[in-house]
């Protein structure tokens, strides 16, 4: 089975400040790691995803996420942060193979302030 | 190309009374997969449909039921609501192929409230 741990439940920034979002997982069999975004009553949108390759990805506004095996961790950040970029944020696995299910972290809410 | 629409979006229910959702993908996606999102729980896996058979299920009582038309779009069923079941229901949809390197892309959800 696999878990995921988003260990900051709400992280309140700065506009312009940098910003880590942490998440970890724990898995018995390889995986694909997601990082999801949620805007107030919406549904998710993907933000980037790690198949294989390159242990770092970027979306195309700017956030980052690198894959780290050892430590089991696949931490969002982004340099410089917007007020728009207040949302709920989710980190989700599923297995290289079976059936393909999401299995979610629990979110961290970004809170940037002027 | 229309994303992955659900209808409604808001629903009010009472306990013991059943409820059906809808959920059509995104045009060539044949895998609809449904999702319960609640503040205490978060966010848990449901089912899962590909070419109108249910390939994954989620730990989720039998109250819950689903089915996929030819079309690809999908409903979900809940019977005897309970006051738990107050929930955001997501639906996500991919292409299905069988490589879990599909993204599933997320319709806006249908939020079901229980009195």
């Known amino acids: 089975a696999q878990s995921v741990t988003q260990l900051d439940s709400q992280v309140p920034v700065f506009e312009e400040a940098p910003v880590e979002l942490r998440c970890n997982y724990s898995?018995?069999?390889?995986?694909?790691l997601f990082w999801y975004v949620q805007y107030p009553n919406q549904g998710l949108q993907l933000l980037l995803k790690y198949l294989s390759g390159s242990t770092l990805v970027e979306s195309i506004n700017g956030f980052e996420a690198e894959f780290n095996k050892s430590q089991t961790s696949f931490h969002l950040r982004k340099p410089s942060v917007h007020i728009s970029d207040t949302a709920e944020y989710f980190c989700?696995?599923?297995?290289?193979?079976?059936?393909?299910?999401?299995?979610f972290g629990t979110g961290t809410r970004l809170l940037v302030s002027p | 190309k229309a994303g992955v629409t659900q209808t409604p979006r808001y629903l009010i229910k009472t306990r013991g009374q059943q409820v059906t959702l809808s959920c059509s993908p995104i045009?060539?996606?044949?895998?609809v997969s449904w999702y319960q999102q609640t503040p205490g729980q978060g966010l848990q896996f449901l089912f899962e449909y590909f070419s109108e058979t249910q390939r994954n299920k989620g730990n989720f009582p039998g109250r819950f039921s689903g089915r996929q038309f030819s079309n690809s779009r999908s409903e979900m069923n809940v019977s005897t609501l309970e006051l738990g079941d107050s929930a955001l229901y997501l639906c996500?949809?991919?292409?299905?192929?069988?490589?879990?390197?599909?993204?599933?892309?997320f319709g806006p959800g249908t939020r079901l409230t229980v009195l």
């Open positions: 898995s018995s069999v390889s995986v694909y």
């Open positions: 996500a949809s991919s292409l299905g192929g069988g490589a879990n390197t599909d993204t599933q892309y």
């Open positions: 045009s060539g996606h044949r895998s």
């Open positions: 989700a696995v599923t297995r290289f193979s079976g059936f393909q299910k999401l299995v």
